[in-house]
């Protein structure tokens, strides 16, 4: 099997440019039973001192126990305000270290602290910053299992099959949700609208071109929440402060409208799941009539937690807050399986099996087209 150095070259030939598909070579294959496991998590780049570590490490044990091909991380990779070039420590101390015992790769997305720089932490205002971890998919230096070949991509599993099992498409959300104009203007005004405009593009193209059985979108923003920053359209009504009502901020951008519009143009109905984080809690969430078939599985304790702001706000299968934790799927045909592994803030597995081992805190499993009630 080829070594991730070995695949980050092939990665670098594969892609070129932002919104190209890509494919990862070598070790991107499923298991040896045709399955295709994988971890979701999101919200992780606190730093290896912190929850991160203990989040990480009970990721091992479930991939131990029932096989992992890769994870995906729903953004906010970097905390808090991303790194400043790539040879910042810290993708050492946010990514490389936390994740070292695993030999798979990482797909990423970008989250709005990856696209801050020194402005207020968390706006989302220098999407030069989020550049940086695209670079860092190319440099020389670092394990090679960080997976961002461009700001928004396509990428099918197995690689190289003719009839993928599934095909996961990363979106770019940070822009598109901003709370003030960019400090750049290649990233405000008229050149965001055709950037917006490129991506959408792209989905519905990469959409309708796919083989795939599965197909999963992955984002930072969400659809909808239960959480603090809620559904998109209405972000951040309820939280504490209001963002959206301090003069001077952008409020439609602010409340996600124009990402509402544009998740509704690509990836609603199109796709079986929408994984995505930005709140620090763990949802399944069941799909709602203005996004079809699409069901939402937020993820976004894998390095912070936070209280849920609104329980029910949006019906759901699972949801828990002030927890840390992921999601575990398995692909297998046409039936899906989700579980959530969740520790508690003293860093303890929340459910442990008779032989001591971690256990879920909730499963589920449905057949594709046939969601649960």
């Given amino acids: ?82 790194a400043s070039d790539v040879d910042d420590p810290l993708f050492d101390t946010a990514f490389e270290q936390p994740y070292a015992a695993f030999d798979f790769p990482f797909l990423m997305t970008l989250g709005n602290h990856d696209n801050t720089g020194a402005t207020i932490a968390g706006d989302g205002s220098d999407n030069s910053t989020g550049d940086v971890e695209v670079a860092y998919h190319y440099a020389e230096h670092g394990s090679g299992k960080w997976y961002l070949p461009s700001r928004y991509y396509s990428l099918s599993w197995p690689v190289g099959s003719n ?99 544009f998740l509704e143009n690509t990836i609603c109905d199109q796709v079986d799941v929408f994984f ?34 609104e329980p029910g706000r949006n019906p759901g299968y699972f949801e828990l807050g002030e927890h840390y934790g992921f999601f575990w799927v398995e692909l297998d045909g046409d039936h899906f399986t989700g579980a959530v592994y969740a520790l508690d803030l003293d860093g303890n597995s929340v459910e442990i099996d008779a032989d001591g081992n971690p256990a879920p805190a909730f499963e589920m499993s449905f057949e594709r087209g046939q969601p649960p009630a």
């Fill in 1 to 82: 099997m080829l070594g991730f150095r070995m695949l980050a070259l092939l990665m670098v030939l594969a892609v070129s440019a932002c919104g190209r598909s890509a494919d990862v070579g070598g070790d991107g294959a499923s298991g040896s039973d045709g399955k295709v496991r994988f971890i979701a998590l999101g919200d992780t780049g606190s730093g290896v001192d912190g929850p991160q570590s203990q989040v990480a490490s009970l990721m091992r044990q479930v991939c131990e126990m029932r096989g992992c091909d890769f994870a995906m991380i729903a953004g906010d990779n970097i905390y808090e305000r991303g």
């Fill in 163 to 261: 009839d993928p099992v599934v095909e996961l498409f990363s979106l770019d959300s940070s822009p598109i949700t901003h709370f003030v104009d960019d400090v750049d203007s290649q990233w405000r005004g008229g050149a965001l609208d055709q950037y917006i405009a490129d991506q959408t593009v792209f989905m519905q193209d990469a959409l309708a071109a796919s083989k795939a059985r599965w197909k999963f979108a992955l984002a930072h923003h969400p659809y909808i929440s239960n959480g603090q920053h809620g559904n998109a359209g209405d972000y951040e009504r309820g939280a504490l402060p209001d963002t959206c009502a301090i003069p001077l901020i952008i409020s439609q951008s602010c409340r996600g409208e124009d990402y509402q519009a």
């Fill in 276 to 309: 995505n984080g930005h709140d620090h809690e763990l949802y399944w969430l069941k799909p709602t009539a203005a996004c079809g078939k699409t069901q939402h599985i937020l993820s976004g304790a894998g390095g912070k937690e936070r209280e849920i702001l």
